[in-house]
């Protein structure tokens, strides 16, 4: 169940990137209405639409992750807006960095994480919001640093991870593709070998036969105990060979094969 379920979400990344911003804006929906109404910051249905708002690139993360990051961008405005920063738009960049650097070659990823923290770096420091005043823009620039480099750093780990998986599976993959190929020439130059010894077999035991066949017709009248004792070792000559050619085909005979049909027909 746990594997179907896996598939099935590998296979719809919308839908589950889609799940996911529904519910850091029903996370944010929660704080909202925890929070005193005097702290509230205006009108409720407003702050969750400027939510939802900076939410909607976290659904389109992986479908389309260069506009997704140019959308989060675009959003830097929602706080002189409101007077605060939605929790959305924060978690917003850390997950979009997160899914730049796990999903990305080294250079896009970096390129990604700048796009994205150095317009909040000089944001923050050019106009800070009422409650970030205090603080001082070296900290502010101190905080958003550490946060983007975390993000960064597991996201590359991620990569990195997947991509020695992926070289593990690859070299799993053509060791058993060789491991096969080798197998399979072992028991084709067995089975040549086989075929070699039954035709050496048989092409002796049908020479004896013949020259017993000859020597028995031309002695059938002169001495007939003669001919029938060549006809006697005809006959097991026969039997012989009909035992060597079951023993061999039993060996060249693989198991989805019915030993009926590899068998000699009775004489």
Same mark, same amino acid.
């Given at each position: @169940?746990?594997?179907?379920? =896996?598939?099935?979400?590998?296979?719809?990344?919308?839908?589950?990137?889609?799940?996911?911003?529904?519910?850091?804006? /029903?996370?944010?929906?929660?704080? $909202?209405?925890?929070?005193? =109404?005097?702290? =509230?910051?205006?009108?409720?249905?407003?702050?969750?639409?400027?939510?939802?708002?900076?939410?909607?690139?976290?659904?389109?993360?992986?479908?389309?992750?260069?506009?997704?990051?140019?959308?989060?961008?675009?959003? /830097?405005?929602?706080?002189? *807006?409101?007077?605060?920063?939605?929790?959305?738009?924060?978690?917003?960049?850390?997950? $979009?960095? &997160?899914? @730049?650097?796990?999903?990305?070659?080294?250079?896009?990823?970096?390129? +990604?994480?700048?796009?994205?923290?150095?317009?909040?770096?000089?944001?923050?420091?050019?106009?800070?919001?009422?409650?970030?005043?205090?603080?001082?823009?070296? &900290?502010?620039?101190?905080?958003?640093?550490?946060?983007?480099?975390?993000? &960064?750093?597991?996201?590359?780990?991620?990569?990195?991870?997947?991509?020695?998986?992926?070289?593990?599976?690859?070299?799993?993959?053509?060791?058993?593709?060789?491991?096969?190929?080798?197998? #399979?020439?072992?028991?084709?130059?067995?089975?040549?070998?086989?075929?070699?010894?039954?035709?050496?077999?048989?092409?002796?035991?049908?020479?004896? @036969?013949?020259?017993?066949?000859?020597?028995?017709?031309?002695? /059938?009248?002169?001495?007939?105990?003669?001919?029938?004792?060549?006809?006697?070792?005809?006959?097991?000559?026969?039997?012989?060979?009909?035992? #060597? @050619?079951?023993?061999?085909?039993?060996?060249?005979?693989?198991?989805?094969?019915?030993?009926?049909? *590899?068998?000699?027909?009775? +004489?």
């Amino acid at each position: @169940m746990t594997d179907r379920l =896996r598939a099935w979400a590998r296979h719809r990344p919308l839908a589950i990137d889609g799940c996911f911003a529904f519910a850091l804006v /029903l996370v944010e929906a929660v704080f $909202l209405l925890l929070t005193p =109404r005097e702290l =509230r910051p205006g009108q409720l249905s407003a702050a969750l639409a400027w939510s939802a708002l900076c939410a909607a690139p976290v659904a389109v993360r992986r479908v389309a992750p260069w506009p997704a990051v140019g959308a989060a961008v675009a959003t /830097l405005g929602v706080p002189v *807006l409101l007077g605060h920063a939605p929790t959305t738009q924060g978690v917003t960049f850390v997950v $979009l960095t &997160y899914t @730049m650097a796990a999903h990305r070659p080294l250079r896009p990823a970096t390129l +990604a994480a700048l796009l994205l923290w150095a317009p909040v770096a000089l944001a923050n420091a050019i106009a800070p919001l009422d409650g970030m005043l205090d603080m001082g823009p070296a &900290y502010l620039l101190l905080n958003n640093l550490l946060t983007a480099s975390v993000a &960064y750093a597991v996201g590359r780990a991620v990569h990195a991870r997947r991509q020695s998986t992926q070289a593990l599976r690859e070299r799993a993959r053509v060791a058993e593709a060789n491991q096969r190929s080798l197998t #399979e020439q072992a028991v084709a130059d067995e089975r040549r070998r086989i075929a070699r010894e039954l035709h050496d077999v048989v092409a002796h035991h049908v020479s004896v @036969m013949g020259v017993l066949a000859t020597g028995a017709r031309r002695v /059938l009248r002169r001495d007939p105990d003669a001919a029938d004792g060549a006809i006697a070792t005809i006959e097991e000559t026969s039997r012989a060979t009909l035992r #060597e @050619m079951r023993r061999l085909l039993d060996v060249l005979r693989t198991d989805a094969e019915p030993a009926a049909e *590899l068998a000699p027909s009775p +004489a």
